[in-house]
């Protein structure tokens, strides 16, 4: 990088830079509303897992969730031993293990959606409702 680039290079207006802040910001809202010790990736997981139609396999899982394989086996470890997710042999393949979750794993679904839907206004709460729609939207464009 030149020095004129590093002039003109200002971090506080870089998209990452913004990105992490806003990620802590909502991760720290998170943390003040979730007291099950449910992790955002964790509520994801069996979020996705809970919506999607009958058991699925890690892999599709992870694909939905948008985690790698160890992300994926780690958090599907956690929720196995909290008891909030199942593995079972698939019954077509039995080289594979379809998860699914439990009641348990449905019950506090069902209690963290309000808060997560607070978690997600609390986040946005700076913006206007149309700055709010219009981020959201950009956001998706990105992913």
């Not at 004129?4 to 943390?31: C, D, K, M, P």
């Not at 809970?50 to 969730?65: D, I």
């Amino acid at each position: 990088m030149t020095e004129s680039q590093e002039q003109h290079y200002v971090l506080e207006e870089q998209v990452g830079y913004l990105l992490r802040l806003a990620n802590q910001r909502h991760l720290s809202i998170f943390a003040e509303h979730i007291v099950d010790g449910l992790t955002s990736v964790q509520f994801s997981t069996l979020f996705r897992l809970r919506n999607e139609a009958g058991p699925m396999s890690q892999n599709a899982l992870g694909r939905l969730v948008g985690m790698d394989a160890a992300t994926t086996k780690g958090v599907v470890s956690r929720l196995i031993s909290r008891g909030l997710i199942q593995m079972e042999k698939d019954p077509t393949d039995k080289r594979r293990y379809m998860l699914s979750t439990t009641q348990k794993g449905r019950a506090l679904i069902e209690d963290t959606l309000p808060r997560m839907q607070q978690i997600s206004e609390d986040t946005l709460a700076p913006l206007t409702p149309h700055e709010a729609k219009q981020f959201v939207d950009l956001l998706k464009k990105l992913t």
